[in-house]
């Protein structure tokens, strides 16, 4: 049976919205794809973004946190050069200083170098301390104070301690014990001033 024209146009039509279907379906998911990914890389660039902020913010709080350690060692440098200035503590924290750096040395020989208003001062611990020292060791030991090369006037005080050849140093200034201190007790000093660090394992 011979098909009309009304039957040709009829198919023809079906055809052509299966056809149209099919593109326009092709096309949503290809639309669908591109947005998808679009959000995928609006998603990922915005995760980098917020992982830059937090790093800024992070930095910017561990850099405020140093600032912070930092003035505090300096507060605490000032009140150094400030025993300084008082003769009987010094005096007495010269003759902690001294002894510690015989018993550190144990040598025969010593040579002691200090800042140059603090010769009369050092001659004193060192005098007071031989005995001392003799007696703890059951040694004898030879002091000399260094008149050529004196300490920076500028550092807050204390003693560098060598033994005869001058290759083994004792630095007990109070600059360099401050900063021994400081390395110390930094975990403690950061856990007093910012809390205990939920990250750190040994605090050592």
């Known amino acids: 049976m011979a098909l009309t024209d009304a039957d040709v146009q009829k ?8 056809e149209k279907g099919r593109l326009v379906q092709t096309q949503r998911v290809k639309i669908m794809e591109y947005y998808e990914k679009k959000e995928k890389h609006i998603e990922q660039h ?3 973004q917020m992982s830059n902020l937090m790093n800024q913010s992070r930095l910017k ?7 912070m350690i930092m003035d505090l060692l300096n507060e605490a440098r000032q009140r150094l050069a400030a025993i300084a200035k008082d003769p ?6 010269l ?3 001294v002894l510690q750096g015989f018993y550190q040395l144990l040598e025969p020989k010593v040579t002691i ?4 208003q603090d010769v009369e001062l050092v001659q004193a611990a060192a005098n007071k301390n031989i005995p001392v020292y003799k ?8 002091v000399k104070i260094d008149q050529e090369r004196f300490l920076p006037s500028e550092i807050c005080g204390g003693v560098e301690i060598y033994n005869d050849n001058g ?3 004792v630095s007990n200034t109070l600059e360099s014990r401050l900063e021994l201190m400081a390395q110390q007790m930094m975990p403690e000093i950061r856990a007093n001033l910012f809390g205990a660090n939920p990250n750190r394992k040994f605090t050592d």
């Open 167 to 169: 290759k083994i140093k």
């Open 135 to 142: 007696e703890a060791v059951k040694s004898n030991i030879v």
């Open 113 to 116: 170098r200090c800042r140059q």
């Open 95 to 97: 003759e902690g200083l």
């Open 11 to 18: 198919q023809a039509e079906e055809e052509f919205n299966i």
């Open 46 to 48: 915005k995760k980098i």
């Open 88 to 93: 009987a503590m010094y005096s007495t924290l």
């Open 61 to 67: 709080v561990l850099r405020a946190r140093d600032d």
